[in-house]
């Protein structure tokens, strides 16, 4: 499991959370306690936002590294390393 399913599973168990909290909301009677359920649902809404914005980001590509003499050609599925020397090479 890597960290962008993770982070994803987070967030979804933030709004899991949130929708608990607003169900139980219906049943609380004090103003008092239904603002601080406000609050925490808010707060978790936030917290999935934010997850999920970061591993949207971990999928961008640009943060990769890759060593320098080195790049990917692609050819159809198949994905090749192949040595700087051959850049120029259309084989």
Do not use: W
Not at 31 to 50: F, G, T
Not at 72 to 85: L, S, W
């Amino acid at each position: 499991m890597n960290t962008r399913e993770i982070l994803s599973i987070v967030a979804l168990a933030a709004l899991g959370l949130c929708l608990f909290c607003g169900l139980a909301k219906a049943t609380m009677k004090g103003p008092k306690v239904k603002q601080s359920c406000d609050h925490a649902c808010s707060l978790l809404v936030l917290l999935a936002v934010v997850l999920l914005g970061v591993s949207q980001l971990l999928e961008e590509e640009g943060y990769m590294t890759v060593p320098p003499n080195f790049y990917y050609a692609h050819k159809g599925n198949e994905m090749r390393v192949v040595d700087e020397a051959c850049r120029g090479c259309d084989k």
